[in-house]
């Protein structure tokens, strides 16, 4: 991997910026979708569209590509958006979000779409998915990895813990599963429809290695990526503190925005919030 220099890490916060203006753009004109988790996950997506994945996006079947598994299919904007910005497909083809016909379905088609690893729904099913391609890479004596991509409510689902028995047991050191722990959830806060915590604890007891970082810190991400590429004997959890809306000064914290779109004005206002923040972040 190359070096995270400063200048890259401005680079991608620039990138998760333009990926959240996408996200707003995507929303509005779709009329329904999922603006909280999409929004708080562009630094992680832009950190691996720009610097971690080993992929190509001019053959996005090659072989030895890494695995990317958007498990909480739901928050797709987020991901189209940095794959179009990585080259995938056009960015004008966002705009066709939900749309009939579009190839960026409300949740990922991996027919329609060259470059998606799975069709997501049901929640749950994406990390068990994830590990059976681990598992697989492992049988074949494959060195590239699985990464999965997890809401904090999707951990409600019997399926994940199913999933996490068999990877801690086999020890799928080359799968790594990303938590969005933005603590909110279609009904409200996690921590009051179905109480997570200790998430940590759980996740260790079934035999995985859990780093806890800060979301929104690409260097944090990048490193605790970098630390479990390194561990040989487990799977890794990272937990990625976010804050759901991200960006967006009246979307954040509030789970009222988990299945909720912007109208014009509201557009309008979150686009002028994050430009002005996409011309601090070009100014450090």
Same mark, same amino acid.
């Given at each position: 991997?190359?070096?995270?220099?400063?200048?890259?890490?401005?680079?991608?916060?620039?990138?998760?910026?333009?990926? !959240?203006?996408?996200?707003?753009?995507?929303?509005?004109?779709?009329?329904?979708?999922?603006?909280?988790?999409?929004?708080?996950?562009?630094?992680?997506?832009?950190?691996?569209?720009?610097?971690?994945?080993?992929?190509?996006?001019?053959?996005?079947?090659?072989?030895?590509?890494?695995?990317?598994?958007?498990?909480?299919?739901?928050?797709?904007?987020?991901?189209?958006?940095?794959?179009? !910005?990585?080259?995938?497909?056009?960015?004008?083809?966002?705009? @066709?979000? !939900?749309?009939? $016909?579009?190839?960026?379905?409300?949740?990922?088609?991996?027919?329609?779409? /060259? =470059?998606?690893? @799975?069709?997501?729904? /049901?929640?749950?099913?994406?990390?068990?998915?994830?590990?059976?391609?681990?598992?697989?890479?492992?049988?074949? =004596?494959?060195?590239?990895?699985?990464?999965?991509?997890?809401?904090?409510?999707?951990?409600?689902? $019997?399926?994940?813990?199913? @999933?996490?028995?068999?990877?801690?047991?086999?020890?799928?050191?080359?799968?790594?599963?990303?938590?969005? !722990?933005?603590?909110?959830?279609?009904?409200?806060?996690?921590?009051?429809?179905?109480?997570?915590?200790?998430?940590? &604890?759980?996740?260790?007891?079934?035999?995985?290695?859990?780093?806890?970082?800060?979301?929104?810190?690409?260097?944090?991400?990048?490193?605790?990526?970098?630390?479990?590429?390194?561990?040989?004997?487990?799977?890794?959890?990272?937990?990625?503190?976010?804050? &759901?809306?991200?960006?967006?000064?009246?979307?954040?914290?509030?789970?009222?925005?988990?299945?909720?779109?912007?109208?014009?004005?509201?557009?309008?206002?979150?686009?002028?919030?994050?430009?002005?923040?996409?011309?601090?972040?070009?100014?450090?």
């Amino acid at each position: 991997m190359l070096d995270l220099t400063d200048k890259k890490v401005l680079a991608i916060e620039e990138a998760a910026n333009t990926i !959240r203006e996408d996200i707003i753009q995507m929303l509005l004109a779709a009329g329904s979708g999922h603006s909280a988790g999409s929004l708080d996950m562009a630094d992680v997506f832009a950190a691996f569209y720009f610097h971690i994945l080993n992929h190509d996006p001019k053959n996005p079947d090659w072989a030895d590509r890494d695995r990317l598994i958007l498990s909480a299919g739901h928050i797709c904007p987020v991901r189209y958006a940095a794959m179009a !910005r990585a080259g995938y497909f056009p960015v004008e083809e966002l705009l @066709t979000l !939900r749309k009939f $016909g579009s190839r960026l379905q409300g949740h990922p088609e991996r027919m329609h779409l /060259p =470059g998606l690893e @799975t069709t997501s729904g /049901p929640l749950g099913e994406g990390v068990a998915q994830a590990a059976g391609m681990a598992y697989a890479a492992r049988l074949d =004596g494959k060195s590239w990895r699985t990464y999965c991509v997890m809401g904090d409510g999707e951990q409600d689902c $019997g399926i994940v813990w199913e @999933t996490l028995l068999f990877a801690g047991a086999y020890k799928l050191s080359n799968l790594t599963v990303i938590i969005d !722990r933005n603590n909110i959830q279609i009904d409200g806060p996690t921590e009051k429809v179905m109480p997570l915590e200790s998430l940590k &604890a759980k996740y260790e007891s079934f035999n995985w290695r859990v780093i806890e970082v800060g979301g929104h810190n690409i260097r944090q991400f990048v490193e605790a990526v970098e630390e479990a590429k390194a561990t040989e004997d487990r799977p890794t959890c990272i937990i990625a503190h976010t804050i &759901a809306g991200k960006g967006v000064d009246f979307m954040e914290y509030k789970f009222e925005w988990h299945g909720a779109v912007p109208n014009p004005e509201q557009a309008e206002k979150a686009l002028k919030e994050l430009r002005t923040l996409g011309g601090k972040i070009e100014s450090e």
